[in-house]
């Protein structure tokens, strides 16, 4: 059992219980509403998005986690009786407050992240866009179309995927990302191989994105620490070829909040300051699709580790597994749902393939929200 399950509260003993646990406590923004001037409402990470509610989660002996939601109107006599007056006043401060600008883009709103696979073999638009002048193509048109940034890969890590060499990856992926940042773009490099980003970043590349969290290959840390540019950190349990044969955790959500904050604080003492870092929990690496639901249906308890939050959902496979009639190319429907639902949790970047789909789609739910 490695889920979260809410608690039943049936009397003030049962919501006393949380107060008294001794253990460490984690805690999830819900009850989603614009935040406006209602007092009841908090902003999530200084947007628009506001909370109304905290999920107050505590892990099980033997596994998986249970929770209470206390609305925030209720929070001050909880705090009180728990003696965490001053985590709570931390954790509040740090899902609330605005993050600096990253890579020049303010985080105060939700930026859609456009996907360039320069290779043969990638999963959803395998051999459609693998020569540099169809990427930059591509990539000009997702710009066009409402991007603020441009995701480059030249290595699939798609379970199954061939291997690619390091000089591969570079020659697929630099002309492109050369040719975008000379046109004032920017890009960010989607890869796990330290040469790979020093070359990327050579060629005009202003985000590191590691789907290994800075661990994939020892040298990364120190590259990207010397680049001074902003770092994406995804978790990804296991490697790509054998990450989907049997993901475990004790409770996903926790497991992987605490590995993000544990490689947060391996890059400050490297010297990659959190105004450069931004998190992901990495659906579909690594997870069962109860793991991948469990992550989506908390997103926001990410905001306290005090960073920006990307989310890649776009035509994974987890959408196919509630829809198996669906291919990858047929999960636009999948990926906008759970696109606005990142939207909803107030996720600052949203990594897609269908761009101007999903451009439309948070301007609507923006536009249509309780203000
Ligand atoms: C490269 N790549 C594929 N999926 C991804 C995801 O969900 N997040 C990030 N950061 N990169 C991804």
């Known amino acids: 059992m490695d889920e979260i399950k809410r608690s039943v509260l049936r009397s003030p003993a049962d919501v006393r219980g949380f107060a008294d646990f001794e253990g460490p406590l984690y805690y999830a923004p819900t009850g989603f509403i614009d935040h406006a001037d209602d007092p009841n409402t908090l902003p999530l990470a200084g947007s628009r998005r506001g909370f109304s509610a905290l999920e107050i989660i505590r892990r099980r002996e033997g596994g998986g986690a249970e929770s209470m939601i206390l609305p925030l109107l209720a929070l001050e006599g909880w705090v009180q009786n728990s003696g965490r007056v001053d985590e709570i006043n931390a954790v509040l401060d740090r899902l609330m407050a605005k993050r600096p600008d ?68 570079i020659n697929r992926v630099v002309p492109v990302i050369r040719e975008l940042a000379s046109k004032g773009h920017i890009v960010s490099i989607d890869t796990r191989h330290a040469g790979v980003m020093e070359a990327a970043i050579e060629a005009g590349a202003a985000i590191i994105n590691d789907v290994t969290g800075l661990e994939g290959d020892e040298r990364s840390m120190e590259v990207a620490a010397a680049s001074g540019k902003p770092v994406i950190l995804m978790h990804m349990q296991g490697e790509p070829g054998t990450m989907q044969a049997d993901p475990k955790y004790d409770c996903a959500v ?34 069962t699709l109860s793991h991948n639901l469990e992550l989506l249906s908390r997103l926001a308890i990410f905001h306290g580790l005090g960073c920006p939050i990307l989310l890649g959902t776009s035509r994974k496979s987890f959408i196919g597994k509630i829809d198996p009639k669906a291919d990858p190319k047929q999960r636009l429907g999948g990926s906008i749902a759970s696109a606005v639902n990142g939207w909803r949790h ?26």
Request: hydrophobic residues 35%; proline residues 3%; aromatic residues 4%.
């Open 102 to 169: 990253y890579a020049g883009l303010d985080m105060a709103s939700c930026h859609v992240m456009g996907i360039i696979n320069v290779t043969p073999d990638s999963f959803s638009d395998g051999g459609d866009y693998n020569t540099t002048e169809q990427s930059v193509a591509r990539a000009m048109a997702m710009i066009e179309q409402g991007a603020s940034i441009i995701d480059v890969g030249g290595e699939s890590t798609r379970p199954g995927a061939d291997t690619v060499s390091e000089d591969e990856e």
């Open 254 to 287: 926790l497991d992987i909040y605490d590995y993000l904050l544990d490689r947060i604080e391996s890059c400050e003492r490297a010297g990659i300051s959190r105004d450069r870092i931004c998190i992901d929990p990495g659906i579909g690496f690594g997870k």
């Open 346 to 371: 107030g996720v600052q970047m949203i990594r897609v393939h269908d761009v101007p789909e999903t451009v439309q789609a948070i301007s609507v739910a923006s536009s249509t929200s309780i203000v």
